[in-house]
Nanobody, 127 residues
Framework: QVQLVESGGGLVQAGGSLRLSCAVS????????MGWFRQAPGKDRECVAA????????YYGDSVKGRFAISRDNAENTSYLQMNSLKPEDTAVYYC????????????????????WGQGTQVTVSS
């Protein structure tokens, strides 16, 4: 059984940084597409960053380009989302997601394309 567990959320002032972690158990990150999504109250869930099953291609949402960075550590079986220069509009519940993607270079940005989800972690940015 594949499980994803996020950690690292919290309260931070505008301009600050946080690093979210997503620990994966039940499988390796090899050929496993992963993404980070967020959902604010009253808004749709949006993809902020993702990488392909090969780990070679990445995607960033326009609102986070240049501020957020997605990475993964295959040895630790963990994905990370480094968030810098945080803004109040980044406030949301952040989720990591994964899906088997054998030999795929395609980056998945739709929530419906992912089969495994974490429980979410709250990020609150104060002004």
């Amino acid at each position: 059984q594949v499980q994803l567990v996020e950690s690292g959320g919290g309260l931070v002032q505008a301009g600050g940084s946080l690093r979210l972690s997503c620990a994966v158990s039940g499988r390796t990150l090899r050929s496993y597409a992963m993404g980070w999504f967020r959902q604010a109250p009253g808004k749709d869930r949006e993809c902020v960053a993702a990488f392909s099953g090969t780990g070679t291609n990445t995607y960033y949402g326009d609102s986070v380009k240049g501020r957020f960075a997605i990475s993964r550590d295959n040895a630790e079986n963990t994905s990370y989302l480094q968030m810098n220069s945080l803004k109040p509009e980044d406030t949301a519940v952040y989720y990591c997601a994964g899906s088997p993607a054998q030999l795929s270079f395609r980056v998945r940005t739709l929530a419906s394309e992912y089969v495994h989800w974490g429980q979410g972690t709250q990020v609150t940015v104060s002004s």
